[in-house]
């Protein structure tokens, strides 16, 4: 199915500051005079609201972990309703899509629990649009779970080598649409670089917004400037 707009992919380990690049992604290109939307995975869908309860479950008691096939498919359901009801009507009317985590998350984590990579991206690439542009924040395992414990959240995934071997995976599976940033530094300068990168992207699909809205403007008022 083809669409006006494009989507693009704010991914990473846990800790990697994808909630915080999305954000300031989004109110850089709009800013820009770009029509954005914002989503974040999961979810609040009645099967995202499972994935966080069963993961709020298991930083209690770890063995209560959800098996890696349900939760896989936990995540297809959700995604699904997500592309439905929002993904995909924002493509049609033309905005640029940043999504907060998306479909590589899940190839990169739930490989790492055992199943098969390239069916958890034949199974989302069956659902959901593929990303025209994704974002990849490369940090050290260390280095997140630093992020993680400074902020006082938790992680089901909260061993470092756990999330190194994710770390790992997400390089393996990078694509052709894919850039990586070094996030190991501060974020201000990640989310700042990560702009730039969506910036470029967006003029080199849609052209530069505002000056062809300069141009409309001088046009209308006999080529003076106001």
Do not use: W
Not at 38 to 55: D, Q, R, V
Not at 111 to 138: C, F, H, M, Q, T
Not at 160 to 182: M, P, Q, S, W
């Amino acid at each position: 199915m083809k669409v006006k707009g494009k989507l693009i992919a704010i991914e990473g380990i846990d800790g990697a500051g994808k909630t915080i690049v999305a954000r300031y992604v989004y109110g850089f290109l709009t800013n820009h005079g770009y029509r954005c939307s914002l989503f974040k995975e999961p979810s609040n869908s009645f099967y995202g609201k499972a994935i966080k309860k069963a993961m709020k479950k298991a930083i209690k008691n770890p063995s209560a972990l959800i098996n890696p096939k349900i939760e896989l498919m936990l995540f297809l359901k959700d995604r699904e309703v997500n592309v439905k009801k929002r993904i995909l009507p924002a493509l049609k009317k033309g905005l640029i899509v940043i999504m907060d985590r998306y479909y590589y998350s899940n190839i990169a984590y739930q490989s790492v629990r055992g199943l098969s990579a390239d069916l958890i991206r034949k199974l989302n690439e069956k659902i959901a649009p593929k990303p025209d542009l994704v974002i990849l924040l490369d940090l050290s395992a260390e280095k997140a779970m630093e992020r993680i414990i400074s902020r006082g959240e938790c992680s089901i995934y909260e061993e470092t080598e756990f999330l190194e071997r994710v770390r790992r995976r997400f390089l393996e599976i990078a694509d052709e649409r894919t850039v990586i940033i070094n996030a190991e530094r501060e974020l201000d300068v990640v989310k700042k670089e990560a702009a730039q990168i969506a910036l470029l992207f967006a003029k080199k699909v849609f052209g530069d917004v505002i000056k062809q809205k300069n141009k409309v403007m001088l046009g209308c008022y006999g080529g003076k400037r106001l």
